[in-house]
C-alpha cells in the first residue's frame, strides 16, 4: 500500500511550456485534491474531485486543468507555465467528500518556473 | 464565511517545555478541526481531528488540543517537546458551512532548542 504517490518531486520549467504532474492513491479513494502551498500562505486549494469523471474548481484554479478519468488517478496539467506558479503542489485523497475525513498527502513536487 | 487563524507564524520553545501553538476559527456551523504536521521537504501528517466528539482530543505524539466552542478556539499542546517536534503545523477548519470548504491556516513553525 503505497498510500498517495507524485511524480516528480522536482521540475524546473521555461515561461511558457506546459507540463503534467502526476498523482496517484491506491486506497480506492473517492476523493482527491490538488493544492499549492507557497510561504506564509499555508495550503490553496486548485482543483478537487468527488469521483471518476467529476472535476471541480477550488480556491487558485486559473493556469491548470484536471481530469478524472479513474478512481486512482488525478493529474495535474500546467497549460503554459508562468513564474506565479512557482510553488510545491501538494496531491491529497480522502476515502469520500464528507468534511469529517482526514487528508493523506502526497510527498509533494517543488515546481520552479524561469 | 469560515475562516482560520493561526496566531503565531514562528514558535521557539526549550527541549522538555511545553509546546503550545494557537489556533482561533470562525463558522457559522459546527465545524470539524484538523491539526497536521509537516517535517521539512515532506508531505503533511494527520496529528488529530475534533468532529463533534469528545472536546479533548488525544493525538499522535503526544500531542492534544481542545476544542472550546466559547472562545472559537481549538489550540495544539504537548508537556514536553522533543526535538523530533521541529516542524511545520496547520491547523485546518471544514464543514463548517453550506459551502463545504476546507480552509487550512497559514502555518506555525516551531522551533525546538537544545
Known amino acids: 500500500n503505497a498510500g498517495v504517490t507524485q511524480t516528480p518531486k522536482f521540475q524546473v520549467l521555461k515561461t511558457g511550456q506546459s507540463m503534467t504532474l502526476q498523482c496517484a492513491q491506491d486506497m480506492n479513494h473517492e476523493y482527491m485534491s490538488w493544492y499549492r502551498q507557497d510561504p506564509g500562505m499555508g495550503l490553496r486549494l486548485i482543483h478537487y474531485s468527488v469521483g471518476a469523471g467529476i472535476t471541480d474548481q477550488g480556491e487558485v484554479p486559473n493556469g491548470y486543468n484536471v481530469s478524472r478519468s479513474t478512481t486512482e488517478d488525478f493529474p495535474l496539467r500546467l497549460l503554459s507555465a508562468a513564474p506565479s506558479q512557482t510553488s510545491v503542489y501538494f496531491c491529497a485523497s480522502s476515502p469520500r467528500r464528507g468534511l469529517t475525513y482526514e487528508q493523506y498527502f502526497g510527498p509533494g513536487t517543488r515546481l520552479t518556473v524561469t | 464565511a469560515q475562516s482560520v487563524t493561526q496566531l503565531d507564524s514562528h514558535v521557539s520553545v526549550s527541549e522538555g517545555t511545553p509546546v503550545l501553538l494557537r489556533c482561533n476559527y470562525s463558522s457559522s456551523y459546527s465545524p470539524s478541526l484538523f491539526w497536521y504536521v509537516q517535517h521539512p521537504n515532506k508531505g503533511l501528517q494527520l496529528l488529530l481531528k475534533?468532529?463533534?466528539?469528545?472536546?479533548l482530543v488525544k493525538g499522535i505524539n503526544g500531542f492534544e488540543a481542545e476544542f472550546k466552542k466559547s472562545e472559537t478556539s481549538f489550540h495544539l499542546t504537548k508537556p514536553s517537546a522533543h526535538m523530533s517536534d521541529a516542524a511545520e503545523y496547520f491547523c485546518v477548519v471544514s464543514g463548517g458551512n453550506r459551502d463545504d470548504k476546507i480552509i487550512f491556516g497559514k502555518g506555525t513553525r516551531l522551533h525546538i532548542l537544545p
Open positions: 475534533y468532529t463533534s466528539a469528545a472536546t
